[in-house]
């Protein structure tokens, strides 16, 4: 792959990247979450296409179409969410999109032959091919991922966060299986956040960050503190506004969290005028620690106060309580696209009978005072860029007037104007004695805005640290449980 | 003007308009020469709005809302049954009667809710349950019979008035059920706009998990919908019953298909989150017309069959072309 470049809107996601794998080699990928792995991957699948740049492979110039060009060339794609149908038995998935049939009435004797065929091959002979996979244990379904990779006989395999859902036992066989395609001459890109597997089982490694290549090496070259400095490697730039800040009373405590999902065990104190930060890999369970605060999913065990509030709660109630969440998923979850951005804005406090000239004027001002970019508050959300709808869904909880704000994700996927007017809002509403408890996956804004941070692993939430008594490369070997 | 036309629900309406006049003007020309009398209107309103007209104010909210309802023809067959029950054998007073099918609509409503929000079965499986569970139960209500029942001046709510009194002409125009039906949809299209519960369906529909995130009450609002629309297909059967003048366990079939086609016509999405009671109105006037035209000219029931569907799918694909266009 060379000079591949791709932009989205104003975000530069892979700047001139030059990437090389070879056959029979385990190449690592790896940089923090939004460092361009994930798109640079997109590209290569054919999902998505670049802007500029060439893909030899095989000697032979290569632009797929779509995500099954580049799979019957030999390009084949592992993601972290599986993509099988559930409903469908191993042999229809491994074989999906090239069915081996006649006048379209599939042969089902050569078909479970070729399936099992190609999960021999990976050392998996005890397997009814004919039971749909969602009778299969995860780790199991994944097998029958990289074995459609083996029936298209794949020369290029990649692998994205493949362990991130499985147990112990079963990433030892999955290592096992990626050792087997390495040696029947399969380039095999591993992508993953834990860095000591990289150590065990991959060859060589390329290091992205902010969408530029910084670095390839031979993993034996290199020990983990290099990979973490080539992965953080910027300075904390005057972006991020924060003021002396002078935290007072606990308005949220939490104890001992353990959600019916995630997390498994998680406290914290959150003081009114301070921000505190959660870092941690996505999956670990972050999004569920504020989404069992904020009443959105369910609690197993353990203590939430709010104020003088303790216990769970809907959200209605925690609204009423003066909590307000910012969603991580403004399309989904966050704002309704279809209704205007003065609904949007006041859906949380609305009066049995709605005055559209007093919700025209409240809308107005938080428009101006959060900077919205919009025609009118009439406008409906969906009309405006990402940056817009983002301050669009935090200016619901300004103009709810909460004292806790949950904010998951919030400068995801927006602009770096729209980012420098969040960050300058976090810091006025601490000043102001809102307490703020913030979710990112990029380290220099946690570092940048946050009084104190704590990192969650696996569905544990670590102690929290001052910001100044802690830094990237700590919080990152921390998240990775290295 | 640019504002207005990047401003998609006012183009949805004046597209809807246009369109209507192109239909209008084609049976000008073609139809019988009194096709643009004040006459010939009057007996569209009255073949319109009672009956479709109201039921379309029920399930405009329930697709605003998400949802879906196919047992309107059903329901409306069984409250006609059940006031002419309630007229025959327990000699009650024509309100009461009245009361008690929009009641028996509302319970309905409330049932097809229940299952929805408690139950979390798919609404469209639901109320496939209940088009069929309700007419069945109307039907063994009324013993497989119409029912017969005494008149009173339920019967006259969608005739048109007689009497030639100058202080009453305008009021004259239309009959009780037409103005029934336009003050229903001033009031609900008011509810939808200006009330935090109207708020609420439209957000719900838009984005269920976006209103869950801000507090707003999913589970109760879905219920009350359904009830509310339950009501007005209550109202409708009413409508049913004075056209009939008699209760009758078949009747209004296929009326849900009917009052889908008016709303989706209307523009709203089946996705949610979309649509309005003056758009789902002009769908149902514009359905009318066809087929006022239609027989008017002569032609035969098949032709005007296929000019509906026709103009069903036309109407949602132009909508669908004009939001990519933006």
Excluded at chain 1, 383 to 398: C, D
Excluded at chain 2, 133 to 152: E, H, Q
Aim: glycine fraction near 10%; include cysteine; hydrophobic fraction near 45%.
């Amino acid at each position: 792959m060379h000079g591949i470049c791709k932009r989205f809107g104003a975000t530069v996601a892979l700047d001139n990247v030059n990437l090389d794998f070879e056959r029979g080699e385990v190449h690592a990928l790896v940089g923090e979450n939004g460092s361009g792995k994930s798109t640079l991957m997109r590209v290569l699948s054919g999902a998505i296409k670049a802007d500029a740049g060439t893909i030899t492979f095989d000697g032979q110039p290569y632009s797929p179409h779509n995500p099954m060009d580049a799979r019957r060339m030999g390009i084949a794609m592992i993601y972290q969410e599986l993509a099988l149908c559930p409903h469908l038995s191993t042999a229809e998935n491994v074989l999906l999109g090239m069915e081996l049939h006649s006048f379209g009435v599939i042969d089902r004797t050569t078909s479970r032959q070729r399936t099992e065929e190609a999960l021999k091959l990976l050392g998996i002979t005890n397997l009814n091919v004919d039971v749909p996979v969602s009778t299969l244990p995860i780790a199991t379904r994944q097998l029958v991922e990289i074995a459609r990779a083996v029936a298209l006989d794949s020369k290029v395999v990649v692998l994205d966060e493949p362990t991130s859902s499985l147990t112990q036992a079963d990433v030892e066989k999955l290592f096992e299986v990626v050792q087997i395609l390495r040696d029947k001459g399969a380039a095999i890109v591993y992508i993953s956040h834990f860095l000591d597997e990289i150590k065990r089982i991959c060859d060589r490694m390329t290091v992205l960050r902010d969408g530029v290549n910084v670095g390839a090496a031979k993993v034996a070259d290199v020990d983990t503190d290099t990979i973490v400095s080539m992965m953080v490697g910027r300075k904390i730039d005057t972006i991020y506004p924060r003021s002396e800040r002078h935290p007072g009373e606990v308005l949220l405590e939490v104890k001992g969290l353990h959600g019916k999902k995630k997390p498994e065990d998680a406290s914290l104190e959150l003081r009114r005028g301070e921000v505190l930060g959660i870092a941690g890999l996505n999956g670990s369970g972050r999004t569920e620690l504020m989404r069992c605060i904020f009443g959105l999913d369910s609690v197993k065990s353990g203590k939430i106060k709010i104020g003088t509030y303790e216990g769970t709660a809907k959200p209605a109630k925690r609204w009423n309580e003066g909590v307000g969440m910012l969603s991580e998923d403004r399309k989904l979850e966050g704002l309704a696209l279809t209704m205007t951005i003065a609904d949007n804005m006041t859906m949380t406090k609305l009066k049995p009978i709605i005055s559209n000239v007093q919700q025209g004027e409240d809308a107005k001002q938080w428009i101006a005072k959060t900077g919205v970019k919009c025609r009118s508050p009439l406008q409906a959300v969906g009309e405006l860029s990402g940056g817009n709808q983002q301050k669009v869904a935090i200016a619901r909880l300004l103009y709810h007037d909460v004292d806790v704000l949950l904010l998951d994700e919030p400068t995801r996927g927006i602009d770096v104007g729209s980012k420098e007017t969040i960050y300058a809002l976090i810091d006025q509403l601490a000043l102001q004695g809102k307490a703020v408890l913030m979710i990112s996956s990029y380290l220099p804004e946690l570092l940048g805005t946050c009084d104190r941070i704590a990192v969650m692993h696996k569905g544990n939430l670590g102690q929290t640290r001052l910001v100044a008594e802690t830094d990237a490369e700590a919080i990152i070997r921390e998240a990775a449980g290295a | 003007m640019k504002n207005i036309l990047k401003n998609s629900s006012l183009t949805n309406l004046l597209g809807l308009v246009i369109a209507w006049c192109f239909i209008f003007a084609f049976f000008w020309w073609k139809a019988p020469p009194n096709f643009h009398s004040l006459d010939n209107f009057q007996t569209m309103a009255r073949q319109v709005m009672p009956i479709v007209g109201i039921a379309t104010l029920g399930m405009t909210c329930i697709i605003i809302c998400g949802g879906i309802d196919l047992s309107v023809g059903s329901v409306v067959a069984f409250v006609t049954v059940v006031i002419a029950r309630l007229l025959l054998q327990f000699h009650v007073s024509p309100w009461v009667a009245l009361l008690g099918g929009v009641v028996g609509g509302g319970l309905w409503g409330f049932v097809n809710g229940f299952i929805i929000t408690r139950l979390k079965v798919v609404p469209f499986i639901v109320t496939l349950g209940t088009y069929l569970f309700v007419r069945g139960a109307a039907k063994g209500l009324a013993n497989s019979r119409t029912i017969d029942s005494p008149s009173s001046w339920l019967n006259d709510l969608t005739s048109q008035p007689k009497g030639n009194h100058a202080w009453y002409a305008f009021w004259n125009l239309f009959p009780t059920g037409v103005w029934v039906t336009i003050v229903g949809a001033v009031l609900v299209a008011w509810m939808l706009k200006r009330t935090r519960f109207g708020r609420h369906i439209v957000a719900v529909g838009s984005n269920e998990q976006a209103a869950r995130l801000c507090g707003v009450p999913v589970e109760r609002v879905k219920l009350a919908v359904y009830v509310l629309a339950g009501l007005f297909m209550g109202l409708a059967g009413l409508m049913q019953y004075s056209r009939l003048t008699l209760g009758d366990p078949t009747a209004a079939d296929g009326l849900e298909l009917k009052v889908i086609a008016a709303v989706v016509i209307g523009g709203a999405s089946l996705n949610g989150g979309q649509g309005s009671i003056l758009g789902s109105l002009l769908g149902a006037w514009i359905m009318t017309t066809i087929s006022t035209g239609c027989s008017q000219m002569g032609l035969d029931n098949w032709v005007e069959q296929m000019i509906t569907g026709a103009i069903i799918v036309m109407a949602v694909a132009v909508d669908k072309l004009r939001l990519r266009r933006e």
